[in-house]
Nanobody, 117 residues
Framework: QVQLVESGGGLVQPGGSLRLSCAAS????????MSWYRQAPGKERELVAS????????NYKDSVKGRFTISRDNAKNMVDLQMNSLKPEDTAVYYC??????????WGQGTQVTVSS
């Protein structure tokens, strides 16, 4: 069955770094656009970064540009999110999403990122 399993979340001090990983299985990973979303308490889920199926096109939320980097390895069915210079406002549950045309989409279960001193 389809699975997206996130890992790498945790507690980090402001200015620190974390690397989130998402392991995919059960579908043809290499033809899907992959994205990272986040949802803070009391707020709507928002798109943080996305990467095209081949990895050549990336997009970022303005507030994370220059700090976060999304990457993928189609041979390993993995997508990562490197997060540097973390701020308290980056605190949220981070979700991995796989999207294809015609509305096909899969979500992971999420991983908590807390930025606090």
């Amino acid at each position: 069955q389809v699975q997206l399993v996130e890992s790498g979340g945790g507690l980090v001090q402001p200015g620190g770094s974390l690397r989130l990983s998402c392991a995919a299985s059960g579908f043809t990973f290499s033809v899907y656009t992959m994205s990272w979303y986040r949802q803070a308490p009391g707020k709507e889920r928002e798109l943080v970064a996305s990467i095209s199926s081949g990895g050549g096109i990336t997009n970022y939320k303005d507030s994370v540009k220059g700090r976060f980097t999304i990457s993928r390895d189609n041979a390993k069915n993995m997508v990562d999110l490197q997060m540097n210079s973390l701020k308290p406002e980056d605190t949220a549950v981070y979700y991995c999403k796989a999207t294809r045309a015609m509305g096909v989409a899969y979500w992971g279960q999420g991983t908590q990122v807390t930025v606090s001193s």
